[in-house]
């Protein structure tokens, strides 16, 4: 999960360390979490095994390993806020997981932006992916699938559980010293020294000092290869001059020689990585908002947007997607400037903002069915820029990045959620939707356990169209203020 979108290790260790490295089991058959009765007070990962989600008794999906179990629940509540489960999951066989304390982690989202930054694409996505599994629960009495935006969507395949194990323990092995070898017993002055030369030049142990603070250097220093290699040539430079000028050694000399060459080369090559790249001033603001805080380079950005994308203009009331007409098999684009309207027979859904993708959700609902249309209708309300991947030359880029990839999709998972919440407050302003991505948990009052409960319920279902199209709140909502505290 967190490799894949370049986390190091010293951030994955205050994420293990955050949670205390605990891995809790559940046996076949038992409960995580029970139907209004369960408090919501943790955020946990599947490790192994297999969970069943039901409501009301009625099955609603299944989760998998390396996905989170409690990712709705989490997100519909504010820190302040309590809550209880309205589903219950349950093993269907015996499953681990990991989980975090709620004051604990958002006290570690508090002291480290990035590590919050990483746990709102990894739980949007998240939340996606299960509502795209709940797709085939909505159906009314007369047999018409209702979406959010996109047709149907194969589950994609979750990558299976690795199992590691510790490698065959090391044999160590030993034999006799050969016969010819004399014993230190035997000839004492012939392995140990009598007279003891006089010290070296200073230039010796000035190479000496350059290459052991080179070594100590520490990796969380940002240019810690920089100043590696400049001090690994710093010494290399004096024992050469010491060999050169008080020892004529010319084997010293040469080994240096050669050390000095390769690591100036290393160190040039680093300053040829770390050289300014020039971001388009229109597409700045985007580098800035969405690949900048998962740590994707320059160098890769400019990859990603100089080769086969082109930026386009809309003038106000032109449609970017017609509903049922125009194909979603063409094309992903980014909103750079300007305001859309998104609309369903008519009818108001939400707003996208500067910097969203416009097509996310088809994007995501038509990787494995091709020849889909838009269900929706997508206007331009004020003049409006576009940034426009081809798909088809896009997937097969993605295809070789392979970091680039995950970044690509947990950015299309969240925005895909960001929309989900939208449709619940169509009147969210750009404001409001920064503050969302910057808050994983502080999301709008819908949260997909309402998603879940209407989907479930065959009483509910005949309005879940008007609900989403409404824009409205049911009462299903679970937030529960702390007012006992």
């Avoid at 093993?91 to 508090?110: E, H, I, Q, T």
């Avoid at 230039?203 to 400049?230: D, E």
Wanted: with cysteine.
């Amino acid at each position: 999960m967190f490799k894949k979108l370049g986390v190091s290790l010293i951030h994955f260790g205050k994420i293990v360390e955050c949670c205390e490295g605990d891995i809790y089991t559940i046996d076949k058959d038992h409960c995580f979490a029970v139907e209004g009765k369960t408090s919501i007070d943790k955020l946990s990962v599947l490790i192994s095994g297999r969970i069943r989600v039901t409501v009301n008794g009625e099955f609603l999906h299944y989760i998998y390993p390396f996905q989170f179990l409690d990712s709705p629940e989490w997100d519909s509540l504010r820190p302040s806020e309590e809550g209880i489960f309205q589903v219950t999951l349950r093993a269907d066989n015996r499953s681990r997981y990991v989980a975090w304390r709620r004051k604990k982690l958002y006290l570690l989202f508090a002291q480290h932006r990035y590590i919050a930054k990483i746990f709102a694409l990894l739980v949007r996505n998240d939340i996606a992916e299960k509502l795209f599994s709940l797709n085939d629960k909505a159906f009314d009495i007369r047999g018409f699938r209702y979406d959010l935006r996109p047709r149907t969507l194969e589950l994609e395949s979750t990558t299976p559980l690795e199992n590691f194990r510790m490698s065959d323990s090391l044999n160590y092995s030993t034999s006799p010293l050969p016969s010819s070898v004399p014993s230190v017993a035997g000839d004492l002055n012939a392995t140990s020294c009598q007279d003891w030369e006089q010290s070296h030049h200073l230039l010796f142990h000035l190479a000496n000092l350059s290459l052991g603070l080179g070594f100590l250097i520490p990796t969380t220093i940002a240019l810690h290869m920089i100043v590696l290699r400049l001090l690994l040539m710093t010494g290399c430079s004096l024992f050469i001059a010491w060999a050169t000028l008080y020892r004529c050694t010319l084997d010293v000399m040469v080994w240096n020689v050669v050390f000095l060459l390769v690591n100036f080369m290393h160190f040039f090559f680093l300053l040829y990585k770390r050289r300014p790249i020039k971001i388009d001033r229109e597409l700045k603001s985007l580098y800035k908002r969405m690949f900048e805080p998962l740590h994707v380079r320059e160098a890769l950005f400019q990859r990603l947007t100089g080769q086969f994308c082109t930026i386009q203009t809309l003038k106000k009331g032109q449609v970017y997607a017609a509903e049922d007409k125009t194909s979603v098999d063409e094309r992903l684009s980014i909103l750079l400037k300007g305001k859309m309207k998104v609309s369903y027979r008519g009818h108001f859904l939400h707003n996208i903002y500067t910097n969203a993708f416009i097509d996310s959700p088809e994007f995501r609902s038509t990787q494995m069915n091709r020849g889909e249309r838009f269900q929706v209708t997508i206007t331009a309300e004020e003049n409006c820029k576009l940034l426009c991947w081809s798909r088809e030359r896009l997937t097969y880029f993605l295809d070789s990045e392979s970091f680039l990839n995950e970044v690509f999709r947990y950015l299309i998972g969240k925005d895909i959620t960001n929309k989900l919440y939208s449709l619940n407050d169509p009147t969210l302003s750009d404001k409001a939707v920064k503050k969302m991505d910057r808050q994983p948990s502080l999301c709008s009052q819908l949260s997909m356990m309402q998603m879940r409960n209407s989907m479930a319920s065959t009483s509910d279902t005949d309005d879940v169209l008007n609900q989403i199209l409404r824009g409205g709140s049911t009462g299903s909502s679970l937030p529960v203020t702390s007012d006992r505290a």
